[in-house]
């Protein structure tokens, strides 16, 4: 069965138990069938959201996976409006922050993320990561 298909099953289902006014649906069902949209159907967007949690830029996954800017944003607004958005990295990615850090003259976040090609809210979060983690 295709996605939409699906999703259009969830919603029949919803009107037949909860009634005609989606407004008085249980929020919890609300959100399930507004988070299940065609994005997470494809490979090429779990290839993109990868890249985002990641944090890879816009600019660099656009170029890379050839689209355009605008689709990465909102396909990165909808992650974190669904609280999807929580950034990874490998244990390589972590070793080139460490030294990163280390070795630059007044390390910010913004000039971290300028150097790893990265975005600056994956570099404050693994950094605070990276501090949790001493601090253990």
Not at 31 to 38: A, R, S
Not at 62 to 68: L, N, P, V
Not at 97 to 122: E, F, I, T
């Amino acid at each position: 069965m295709s996605p939409n298909k699906k999703m259009a099953a969830e919603i029949r289902a919803a009107y037949a138990n909860y009634g005609d006014d989606p407004d008085k649906w249980p929020k919890d069902v609300k959100k399930e069938i507004q988070g299940k949209t065609e994005e997470q159907h494809t490979a090429e967007n779990n290839v993109l959201r990868h890249m985002i949690l990641h944090g890879y830029t816009n600019q660099y996954i656009a170029q890379e996976r050839s689209k355009t800017p605008q689709y990465i944003q909102q396909l990165r607004g909808r992650m974190g409006r669904r609280h999807e958005l929580d950034y990874q990295a490998t244990s390589d990615e972590l070793t080139q922050l460490k030294y990163n850090v280390k070795h630059m003259n007044r390390p910010n976040n913004k000039g971290v993320a300028s150097v790893m090609g990265r975005d600056k809210d994956w570099v404050r979060y693994m950094r605070e990561k990276l501090r949790e983690a001493d601090s253990e």
